[in-house]
């Protein structure tokens, strides 16, 4: 009878010890799930938003690259003349750079309790999103990447939004502090007759150029554009292969698309 006791008591005591794991097992994997649901939430509201941006963005840069920064002195040059049409592109490029960076500050604000990391796409465009703010790719300080980024958000219907180009441009010629927060990126394009400028623009735009072709490979959203390899030097794809991709984004895939043969 002792044993029968005993024999009940450790069933007991090993089914419940079993009890306790299944549910910690099953809560583990609800947490995972939920983590996971939530990215992918966060990713299908924000993820095409990014990338067009990134692609209008991309595009204009690649426009530069390939007439050698030619049109920039125009727009740096028309702001003393009062040239119009000169100073709306002027204009519309510090829009695109700031338009990009407005929609990395929107999923960061949405995103601050959520882990974009458990799903695959999320956790490389943490990645690119780190990358291009890294001292070796960004092309001014990270604290004005944001204001700039921020200064063009509004919450209307519920959510958070930016700028069009035109409320932009009234705002920035308008009285006020917003221009001023913009004078590194305007100084980065007056001071572009400098060489080794030009570079850090390119490299900026090597690096969104992989970031597109990486989370957008069907170019379902952006448009699918060839490189400018040429326009690089020596040392800029040397950096870029050493010291950004293998470091940075590993998992880039045909990095010499981007960079040439020469290395």
Do not use: C
Not at 99 to 104: N, S, T, V
Not at 134 to 147: D, M, T
Not at 206 to 230: C, F, I, K, Q, W
Not at 249 to 256: E, Y
């Amino acid at each position: 009878m002792n044993a029968s006791w005993l024999d009940l008591l450790g069933a007991a005591a090993g089914g419940g010890l079993i009890t306790k794991l299944l549910d910690r097992v099953w809560k583990l994997f609800e947490r995972r799930w939920r983590s996971k649901k939530s990215a992918q939430a966060l990713l299908d509201r924000h993820f095409d938003p990014i990338l067009k941006t990134a692609d209008e963005l991309f595009g204009k840069l690649r426009s530069l690259a390939v007439e050698d920064f030619v049109s920039l002195r125009g727009y740096v040059e028309a702001e003393a003349d009062s040239d119009a049409g000169e100073r709306i592109e002027l204009a519309n490029l510090l829009y695109l750079f700031a338009q990009f960076w407005a929609r990395l500050a929107i999923l960061r604000k949405e995103g601050i309790f959520v882990a974009l990391s458990a799903r695959v796409p999320g956790a490389r465009l943490v990645k690119f999103m780190r990358t291009l703010e890294a001292r070796r790719v960004r092309i001014v300080e990270r604290s004005f990447e944001r204001i700039m980024g921020e200064s063009l958000l509004r919450f209307r219907g519920g959510r958070w939004d930016t700028l069009t180009f035109g409320e932009f441009a009234e705002v920035y010629w308008g009285e006020g502090s917003l221009r001023g927060w913009f004078e590194p990126l305007e100084y980065l394009f007056v001071e572009a007759e400098s060489p080794s400028v030009r570079q850090r623009i390119l490299r900026y735009g090597v690096v969104l150029h992989a970031m597109l072709d990486t989370l957008d490979p069907e170019h379902r959203v952006s448009t699918r554009r060839p490189g400018y390899a040429n326009k690089l030097t020596k040392q800029t794809r040397r950096d870029l292969y050493y010291r950004v991709f293998r470091v940075y984004l590993p998992f880039v895939r045909h990095v010499q698309g981007y960079l040439g043969s020469g290395r």
